[in-house]
């Protein structure tokens, strides 16, 4: 009998270990025997995901996998039946992945916004912008750096959006492509000393690090930035039940007071606004 029950656990351990190998976990957050899998990028970066999974974890029998990725590969893991559960804010693409069937659940969890950083001495005069596509305007007129992460990220739709709101396809050797993550791409723009645009949760808790940049244009509605989580459907894979379990729980008021809460012991505020707060700018 004792070697059954060893045998069961071994087999359970191993298919357990292939599906993490499978996913290609960036971080684990807890031991349940339930296993869903996360998508998303600067969360997971700046520590949102493990504080929502500790939570979640807590009362249930789970365990999360995150993996990082920023909103277009979230998307296109969804759609490939790689992950359970993405959060992203890419609000055109997610409503297509919901009309066309391969995800479900879409719901508000939160917001923050994008700041557009630059160098202190502002060489492109992008402090007084008027607007976000003013802004860029003026950078592409001056010909100064500007890192874009090139990535498909949430980040970076909506830079190409505020570029196509001006008019202007940013190209040259000031316009340069990083490939990288939110957090990677500031610092390269700091050492740099080029413009880039960041959201608001990473530069609070980079800021500290930030040699040479500032915040120089902020406060267009065009510039916040809401996140929705999304889902498989329903009967779509075992761990299904727990992703959409799990959306409801960073929608319920517990889930809600982790988001409004987070940040503050490390940054002395938090970083993102609640889903009451993303609704007034949600479209």
């Given at each position: ?8 656990i ?80 890419a ?16 719901t ?29 305007t ?17 980040t ?68 916040v ?59």
């Open positions: 009998m004792k070697k059954i029950f060893k045998l069961s071994f087999l359970l351990l191993l298919s357990m270990s292939a599906a993490y190998a499978q996913t290609d976990c960036t971080e684990m957050y807890g031991t349940g025997s339930q296993v869903m899998t996360l998508a998303t990028g600067s969360p997971g970066e700046l520590g949102l995901v493990k504080a929502l999974a500790d939570a979640f974890n807590a009362q249930n029998n789970t365990a999360v996998c995150w993996k990082k990725a920023g909103s277009g590969d979230g998307l296109a893991l969804l759609k490939d039946k790689k992950v359970d559960l993405i959060m992203v804010h609000p055109e693409a997610e409503k297509k992945a919901v009309a066309e069937g391969w995800a479900i659940k879409r508000l969890i939160g917001s923050n916004e994008f700041y557009i950083v630059g160098p202190a001495e502002d060489p492109a005069g992008i402090s007084k912008a008027t607007s976000a596509a003013d802004a860029y003026r950078i592409a007129g001056a010909k100064s750096l500007f890192l874009s992460r090139g990535d498909n990220s949430g970076n739709m909506k830079e190409l959006a505020v570029w196509k709101k001006a008019g202007i396809t940013p190209e040259g050797s000031w316009y340069v492509i990083s490939k990288g993550f939110m957090m990677d791409t500031l610092k390269r723009a700091d050492s740099e000393k080029g413009y880039f645009m960041t959201d608001s949760s990473t530069w609070i808790a980079a800021k500290k690090e930030m040699k040479n940049l500032k915040i120089l244009y902020r406060g267009d509605q065009m510039l930035n809401t996140y929705n989580a999304l889902c498989r459907p329903a009967l779509d894979g075992p761990s299904q039940p727990v992703a959409a379990k799990f959306i409801d729980f960073v929608a319920s008021e517990k889930g809600q007071n982790v988001i409004r809460a987070f940040g503050t012991n490390l940054y002395g505020e938090p970083i993102y606004n609640d889903a009451a707060y993303a609704k007034k700018y949600d479209r």
